[in-house]
């Protein structure tokens, strides 16, 4: 079934790995994949990374067949100097699509949009803080903002910081280029976040628009979309199997700028 996107939308796609065990799906996600994927995909150590790498490449291709006539098989894609996919198929409504992609051990969530840069980023904070990594690579306002906090509190906040940073140099296509200090998120408001970035990235910070937002008690999820002509955004949430089946979901904000 098609699906409008216009360019006040954002669409966020969640698909949890283990709701696609089974291996007959599997074969059907493998079928999917380019040799080159497939390849790439072998070549994971653990099974669990090859099945995560599998629901990846079946929720990009499946997902995107909903806003362009392409079949899922044959989106073709090829990566920037910084690592980041774009769409080589020619067709206008793939060209006007941007996607953001983002995996982390148990989940993969894909956004959605069109004609504007977004980025995405989730993890799973059962790991614990890794505040020697804040100290090493945050902005200076961001590691006191931690360190101030009551220890019960360091990894939730700690993963909303790294998520919100990832998602804003995903959404700027320049990966781990940009210095992580270079931009510091405001969390100290409730409900709230605010970007400051240096004069040095020529980036002013009022581009994007900010949301955080919890997908489970241990996944946050954080998305940094750029405003271009629209200061705000909708958003829609979706879990999916791919190729099975999907549900809309409610997902509330937790923070917005
Ligand atoms: C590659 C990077 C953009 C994201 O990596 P990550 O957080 O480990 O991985 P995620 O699962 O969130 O995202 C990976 C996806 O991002 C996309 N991606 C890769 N390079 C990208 C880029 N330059 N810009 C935007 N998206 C990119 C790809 O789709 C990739 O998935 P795929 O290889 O299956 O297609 C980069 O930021 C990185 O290497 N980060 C390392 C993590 C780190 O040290 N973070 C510091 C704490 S803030």
Not at 11 to 35: I, S
């Amino acid at each position: 079934m098609t699906l409008a996107l216009d360019r006040s939308d954002v669409h966020l796609w969640l698909a949890f790995c283990a709701d696609a065990g089974r291996e007959l799906l599997h074969e059907r996600y493998r079928a999917l994949m380019t040799p080159e994927e497939r390849a790439r995909g072998d070549r994971f150590y653990f099974e669990q990374d090859r099945a995560r790498y599998r629901v990846t490449r079946a929720l990009v291709r499946s997902v995107l067949s909903r806003y362009a006539p392409i079949a899922p098989h044959d989106w073709r894609f090829d990566a920037t100097a910084y690592g980041q996919p774009v769409i080589l198929n020619p067709e206008p409504e793939a060209q006007s699509l941007s996607f953001n992609l983002t995996h982390t051990s148990d989940l993969v969530v894909l956004a959605v949009t069109r004609q504007r840069a977004v980025g995405v980023d989730t993890e799973n904070i059962t790991r614990g803080a890794l505040l020697d990594v804040a100290d090493r690579f945050f902005a200076p306002s961001e590691c006191e903002h931690l360190w101030a906090l009551p220890a019960e509190h360091h990894t939730a906040r700690f993963f909303e910081l790294w998520t919100l940073k990832e998602s804003y140099i995903k959404a700027r296509g320049m990966g781990l280029s940009i210095p992580l200090h270079k931009f510091a998120f405001d969390l100290r408001e409730p409900g709230a976040v605010s970007l400051e970035t240096l004069p040095e990235l020529q980036d002013p910070a009022e581009r994007w628009a900010l949301r955080h937002l919890w997908a489970t008690p241990e996944h946050p999820v954080a998305l940094c979309v750029e405003r271009g002509e629209q200061p705000e955004f909708d958003l829609t949430a979706r879990r999916i199997v791919p190729l099975e089946g999907e549900q809309a979901i409610d997902l509330l904000a937790s923070r917005r700028n």
